[in-house]
């Protein structure tokens, strides 16, 4: 279970920044640049008789007007999944910082 998920991460952030790095160097020269921010509030593994994997994320992608938010959450006991909820949502600023 443990390599499974050190994979996974590592996957995820070579993708993260093989995709993110050259905008974000970019951004520099635009006037409006593709912003990204990726939360992980919880991340917790148990190894013990329970065998438990809960995690609790959230990321958005956009620019200034416009986001992309993607949240999700859920646990796993002996790798059966007890809840997962995924969540694709859509951000337009109204006015200066209220979305």
């Known amino acids: 279970m443990k390599i ?13 920044l093989i995709n993110c790095l050259p905008q ?4 520099a020269m635009d ?14 593994t148990d190894d013990s008789n329970s065998n438990l994997f809960s995690w609790d994320a959230q990321a ?4 200034n007007i416009n986001k992309l938010w993607l ?3 859920g ?8 809840g997962v909820e995924v969540q694709a949502l859509y951000s337009r600023a109204i ?5």
Request: proline share 4%; charged share 25%; net charge negative.
């Open 31 to 44: 006037d409006d640049p593709l912003l990204y921010n990726i939360m992980i509030g919880e991340m917790e």
């Open 71 to 73: 949240k999700t959450e």
């Open 75 to 82: 646990e796993r006991v002996h790798g059966e999944t007890e």
């Open 24 to 27: 974000i160097v970019s951004a």
């Open 95 to 99: 006015s200066p910082f209220w979305d």
């Open 4 to 16: 499974t998920i050190n994979r996974f991460f590592k996957t995820a952030l070579v993708f993260v």
């Open 60 to 63: 958005w992608l956009g620019k």
